[in-house]
């Protein structure tokens, strides 16, 4: 009786401090812009990131292949009673086609600040002038409350020195300090 007891006071103790973030990936296999109004020509990457607050989608698509330029789109959609609204976007752009990469196994999400809303850190690779050229920066972009904090890392200083966007320093220091952490182990130069 005492072991049934124990193991069900450590379920509920379990139960109660669950992760709040929860990847899900059902229907975002097939996602067209039909079913979400995603800015990109060609989808690369979408899944789904819900929190206790909120359903979301989130979508990495580009610009067509073989245009003048490169442009990657990093979009958060959030489910509504109306549907899906788009709650965050920020792009990145290149001028050669097919320079930028997003790498969808480099990625964190948390809530680190405990609101009940997933932030997460998305990184972006830009190479200098296409697929088989040399890699010159590696971004991370942390999204908090749907604003991009941008990070970066450059061959110049052999991906070791981190430089930071203006108003990533009005991050609170959990945020700061937990998505950090991860940045720092992640080998940016490979």
Do not use: C
């Not at 690779?125 to 991370?140: F, I, M, N, R, Y």
């Amino acid at each position: 009786m005492k072991k049934l007891f124990l193991l069900a006071t450590l379920w509920i103790t379990n139960s109660f401090q669950a992760q709040v973030t929860t990847v899900v990936s059902a229907f975002t296999q097939n996602l067209t812009k039909n079913d979400l109004p995603f800015q990109g020509d060609r989808k690369m990457f979408a899944t789904g990131i819900n929190d206790t607050r909120t359903e979301n989608v989130l979508v990495v698509s580009k610009n067509k292949s073989g245009a003048a330029n490169d442009e990657l789109f990093i979009e958060k959609f959030t489910k509504t009673p109306d549907g899906y609204t788009k709650s965050f976007s920020t792009v990145f752009t290149h001028p050669v086609n097919k320079s930028l990469a997003f790498v969808n196994n480099r990625m964190m999400y948390s809530d680190a600040d405990k609101d009940g809303n997933a932030e997460m850190l998305l990184v972006v690779e830009e190479k200098e002038a296409g697929p088989e050229s040399p890699l010159q920066k590696v971004w991370g972009v942390l999204v908090y409350k749907n604003v991009a904090y941008k990070l970066w890392v450059t061959a110049e200083d052999n991906f070791t020195e981190t430089k930071y966007d203006a108003h990533f320093s009005t991050l609170p220091e959990k945020v700061k300090k937990d998505f950090l952490a991860f940045w720092n182990t992640l080998d940016k130069a490979n």
